[in-house]
């Protein structure tokens, strides 16, 4: 029979499974899917869809903090790698994520090295960082969590600003930085394009040059928000961390073709096939 103990930890498997840096290390090319919806069927049903990581949205999405738990462990059931972006570089949120259960934090407009220090400071246990010790949740499913967190949890600053960029050698160079995620609108508004200037303009991709190059030169992985159209242009200039779907406009998307198809007075008529319910 076993122990107490194993049946608290059995889950620990968990554990085995390869994360964000593991894929890395071996050079792989990572897919991700994005969460704006507050939804654990949402999540499980991104990770189970076959993306690498599934991105719980705190900043932008409709997201608190009670609905990130059940997210992590719908996506780790789904199989995927749970990861999530957190609303600012600050140490209480990050940790919270992290005590979650999250592989992986995102941390938006960090233009300098010092905040990214400040950003790994919060994601590691001493000596390597500050972060307090209290994962409740998530170290029932890792076994020995403290060695697990240091050796797997990726740090990902986000490069989104005129500032980031003049300052990106400094900020990759920074210790414990696994990879910098670009945020294609808010960079090309940065740049004075507007949102809608990261869409093949010479300037906006000078400066997706300059960040890959940087990486490159710092052994940090480059990261991008994009679409499945947008895929394999990113895939060609460097970058093997692609977020390629977002689940509130693909849902729009999807709906307004379906319900343009249903009126469609055009419409073939097509025989077979079945109703889902």
């Known amino acids: 029979m076993p122990s107490r103990q194993s049946l608290i930890t059995r889950s620990g498997d968990v554990a085995q499974r390869d994360t964000l840096r ?3 290390d071996r050079n792989e090319e990572t897919l991700g899917a994005w969460t704006f919806i507050p939804s654990p069927v949402t999540a499980e049903s ?5 993306f690498d990581y599934v991105c719980i949205d705190t900043q932008h999405g409709a997201i608190g903090y009670d609905s990130v738990v059940p997210m992590v462990q719908a996506i780790e059931l789904g199989g995927g790698i749970p990861i999530a972006r957190v609303p600012w570089n600050e140490p209480g949120i990050i940790g919270k994520m992290l005590d979650a259960g999250c592989h992986g934090i995102i941390i938006p407009m960090v233009n300098t090295a010092e905040e990214a220090r400040a950003a790994v400071r919060a994601s590691r246990y001493a000596p390597l960082g500050s972060r307090s010790w209290g994962p409740a949740v998530s170290a029932p499913r890792h076994g020995d969590y403290r060695v697990w967190a240091d050796a797997h949890i990726a740090v990902i600053p986000m490069i989104e600003t005129v500032e980031a960029l003049n300052n990106v050698d400094d900020i990759l160079s920074v210790d414990g930085i696994d990879a910098a995620y670009v945020g294609p609108a808010d960079l090309a508004i940065s740049l004075g394009l507007g949102a809608a200037g990261n869409d093949g303009t010479p300037e906006f991709d000078n400066a997706l040059s300059t960040i890959i190059e940087a990486c490159a030169r710092h052994g940090v992985t480059p990261g991008i928000h994009a679409t499945s159209d947008l895929a ?12 390629v ?3 509130l406009p693909t849902l729009r998307t999807a709906l307004a ?4 198809k249903a009126r469609s007075v055009e419409a073939p008529l097509e025989k077979g096939g079945s109703a889902p319910y």
Do not use: H, P, V
């Open 257 to 260: 073709d379906e319900l343009d």
């Open 46 to 50: 991104c990770a189970r869809a076959g």
């Open 245 to 247: 779907s977002t689940d």
């Open 232 to 243: 394999a242009l990113r895939r060609r200039q460097g970058f093997k961390m692609i977020t």
């Open 22 to 24: 593991t894929k890395w």
